[in-house]
């Protein structure tokens, strides 16, 4: 029996990255509500709410991962892989964006500040030198230990053993090095029960921050910092109406209080 902020969770979970739902309801609210029952009503309204949400904002759709961090890795570095690098970096709270290495160009750096090398050997000549023209003009590349693969993962796994773990554990070492008390977009504070993701407008005119609470218990006290001089900021929720956030300013950046979130809220910043 799975009550409907599990639910809840599960939707906003796949929607804050841009993916889309099909809804399965469990065995014991599926009977209860075609049994009509008030209860299981009011829990599918919960679950329709958060579908209508991401529905509904559709001006979100056009909003990119942000982050100025790029992590370069691709299905055959552990891009697709549960408890790999870019989980690690979300529950550290650092805002990554993922860079297939087939995309990696210097058009596709642009923005970036750190550049975390996974898939070094697979790169070709001229990403190579991207990366090393990227250096040059004061970004970061942190690569692999020397002779550093990736570990080769079974087919059909999704998450690493014990013993790939370890092996990923000095690439790990230095990315965290490299990240550890950075903002690279956003940070967030008193937020251990909190996973976020981080968007912009292509025109980098506003940011989006998801913020999403595993817990079953409301997130309180929720301290947030975006980088650069910002003005306006509101925060939404499935449940209720817009509400608007003070902002102010911090080193490097705009900081912005959010006072509770029960499953999901999203900052918007202008």
Request: hydrophobic share 40%; glycine share 8%.
């Amino acid at each position: 029996v799975l009550p409907a902020d599990r639910y809840a969770v599960a939707i906003a979970d796949a929607a804050i990255t841009g993916a889309r739902w099909i809804v399965a309801l469990d065995h014991d609210l599926e009977t209860r509500l075609f049994a009509g029952e008030a209860r299981a009503l009011n829990h599918w309204k919960q679950i329709n709410a958060y579908l209508r949400y991401f529905e509904e904002k559709r001006e979100w759709r056009a909003y990119r991962p942000y982050g100025q961090l790029a992590v370069v890795e691709d299905t055959g570095s552990g891009g697709l892989l549960s408890s790999g690098l870019l989980d690690m970096l979300a529950v550290q709270h650092t805002a990554a964006r993922a860079l297939p290495t087939r995309r990696l160009s210097s058009d596709s750096l642009h923005g970036a500040r750190v550049v975390l090398n996974v898939d070094a050997a697979s790169l070709v000549e001229q990403q190579r030198r991207d990366l090393e023209d990227f250096a040059s003009g004061g970004g970061k590349v942190v690569n692999p230990p020397a002779g550093w693969r990736f570990p080769e993962i079974a087919a059909g796994a999704m998450t690493p053993t014990r013993r790939e773990m370890d092996r990923i554990q000095p690439v790990w070492e230095a990315t965290y090095n490299a990240t550890v008390r950075k903002n690279f977009g956003a940070r967030t504070f008193n937020t251990s029960s909190i996973i976020f993701d981080v968007r912009a407008r292509p025109d980098a005119k506003s940011i989006l921050v998801h913020l999403l609470n595993y817990t079953d218990y409301p997130a309180e006290d929720i301290a947030l910092q975006v980088l650069g001089s910002w003005h306006r900021a509101r925060l939404y929720t499935p449940e209720g109406s817009v509400r608007e956030l003070p902002v102010y300013p911090v080193k490097d950046g705009t900081g912005i209080d959010v006072n509770r979130i029960a499953v999901l809220g999203t900052v918007v910043v202008e």
